[in-house]
């Protein structure tokens, strides 16, 4: 399959005269697709009932005769002012019991029935329109599901809605009062409709009241994209996408996309690292204007992984975008580099945000491929050049990875409702053992946590997984390689309390975890023969083999030669050093990279990228700052 590039534009904030030579330009620029339609519903559909699709009609029309491939997005992230006043009570509500305004975008509950309907009936009322249309090559489903932190609401209708979700799991208050633990400080319910949401306490929410809550209301995300994918299902055979986030967890990614064909993301490598990344401030510096050099990856193997190995980028960013605290200019090459690692990672497609940069509104100092004065943007001519570069280079595939990462949401929820160290995060856990796979030059899978067939790897990872399921238990059992498991793997039951016999109940081994630490940032647990443990650590007892010791003889690594259990976080030397001595007890060739030097390695090329802000070698071979180089295996 050819990778392909594509942008996004919006036609109804422009002159229509002006669409036909925005089109003729996308495709001289090289590009093949573009995407339009999902913030366009107050154009659509002005007043209830009242529908105006010549616009769009005639958008379509002009992108697809120039020879675009059209995605055309469901409105459902922006509905207009007639819709509050037609469904009041739909706006969310925030964990302070304030309902969110009408005004900026994604003003909606997903537990609001009403509003679920609507967006059913819109996307039944496009599909039925163009889900025959040739220029229609894909569609996408609203837009960054919990964006804004809008997957969690507090209101009357997620309340309703958790009280029927209890009843329906739990079937009697007993069962639920026995499964929370509500006897402890005399917690206990006698109706289902007693059960209020976990906000707004005296102190803290008993926690599997609030992992039930999150359970729930990743449940009401899932439902609404399915009604939206079922609709549109009955209209058009062409895939069906959604453009999530990076560094999102507030639902189960795994099962929205259950429900697609493809897997796209966001990409904003420098927002990310101001607004969403932990790191020095040195670290931050040298990376200002290049990003992180691991979060991209990182997320192009998830999101790989939840299109069952169908990604595409949505939205990269171009240049200087509006929503961070800071906004940095890239350095010239990173949106080629950007686009060049995403395809190595598996991309099909890589659309560029926006087409030209808006001149009015919230998103006016969001860079394009175009200022506002229609003159080109520094990232015109880097999307010339990978449009070129594409023309040159045969389909680059993807590789088999030897080491996998597993990931769980859920966990994520777990560790957020008891967090038990205030630096405590499911997803930095998961990103620091991704780095120092990344660090090792390895190419990585990420799995989802009922992965019940591991015998394509040699190394798994499964960092925080609050309870191993049924299937992974099982695949681990049988696993011919070696599984590092841990810390705070296997440790809690469902409801998230404490599991007797204590965990982790590994296939086989004899652990338990006697007593659980976190530490502050001031302080770490020394291990023997140098490294240590940051953030967390747990007291190992039991009969299995002891493969690594703290400073003070306790167990850090036990097991046995296949299943291992780690009993701390391991800062990032130490997380080097472990990973590296289990490649090299596998066979797995690994390749110490220097900051910011990142490999990736396809079915036929080898690619480098570099994320420093200076030049840096490979093999002899002088990488420029910004800079992209790949050779043939």
Known sequence: MKRTLGVCYYPEHWPEDQWHKDAEHMVAT???????????????????????????????????????????????????????????DMLAVDAEGRPRKFGSRRHYDFSHLGYRDECRRIARLMGERYGRNPHIAAWQIDNE???????????DA??????????????STDALNRAWGNVFWSMDYDSFDQIDLPNLTVTEPNHP???????????????????????????????????????????????????????????????FLSDRLEGSADFKQAFLRQGHPDNQAFHHDLYRAVGKGRMWVMEQQPGPVNWAPYNPAPLPGMARLWAWEAFAHGAETVCYFRWRQAPFAQEQMHAGLLRPDSAPAPALAEARQVADEIEGLADVGTAHAQVALVFDYESAWAWDAQPQGADFEMFCLAFAAYRALRRAGLNIDILPPDADDLSAYK??????????????????????????????????????????????????????????????????????NSGQF??????????????AQTADGQPAIMGNENLRYLAGWPDDPTFDRIINNACDALGVKTTALPDGLRIRD?????????????????HGKSIAAAGVHWEEL
Request: glycine share 8%.
């Open 30 to 88: 090289g590009l093949t697709w573009v995407r339009i339609g999902e913030f366009g519903w107050s154009r659509m559909e002005p007043a209830p009932g009242t529908l105006t699709w010549d616009w769009l009609d005639r958008a379509i029309e002009v992108l697809g005769s120039a020879g675009l491939k059209i995605v055309l997005g469901t409105p459902t992230a922006t509905p207009p002012r007639w819709m509050i006043d037609k469904h009041p």
């Open 145 to 155: 599901y919990d964006c804004h932190d809008t997957a969690l609401s507090y209101s």
């Open 158 to 171: 997620a309340r309703q809605g958790f009280q029927d979700w209890l009843a329906q799991k739990y079937q």
């Open 209 to 271: 009241h609030q992992l039930a809550f999150r359970r729930y209301s990743s449940d009401q995300v899932v439902a609404f994209n399915k009604v939206q994918a079922d609709e549109l299902r009955k209209h058009t055979a062409m895939p069906l996408i959604h453009n999530y986030m990076g560094r999102i967890t507030t639902f189960d990614h795994w099962k929205v996309g259950a429900d697609l064909d493809i897997a796209s993301w966001d990409s904003y490598p420098i927002g």
């Open 459 to 528: 190394l798994v990872m499964a960092p925080g997984i609050m309870k191993l399921s049924d299937p992974l238990r099982q695949a681990l059992a049988s696993f011919k390689g070696i599984a590092l498991l841990g810390p705070r793997t296997d440790t809690k039951t469902e409801e998230l309390g404490i599991p007797t016999p204590l965990g982790p109940n590994l296939p086989g081994i004899d652990i338990s975890i006697s007593l659980t630490e976190s530490m502050p940032p001031h302080d770490a647990i020394a291990l023997q």
């Open 534 to 547: 940051v953030h967390w650590f747990e007291h190992l007892e039991g009969g299995a083999k002891v493969f």
């Open 602 to 618: 396809t079915a036929t090329h080898r690619f480098i990228f570099n994320y420093a802000n200076h030049p840096q070698d490979w």
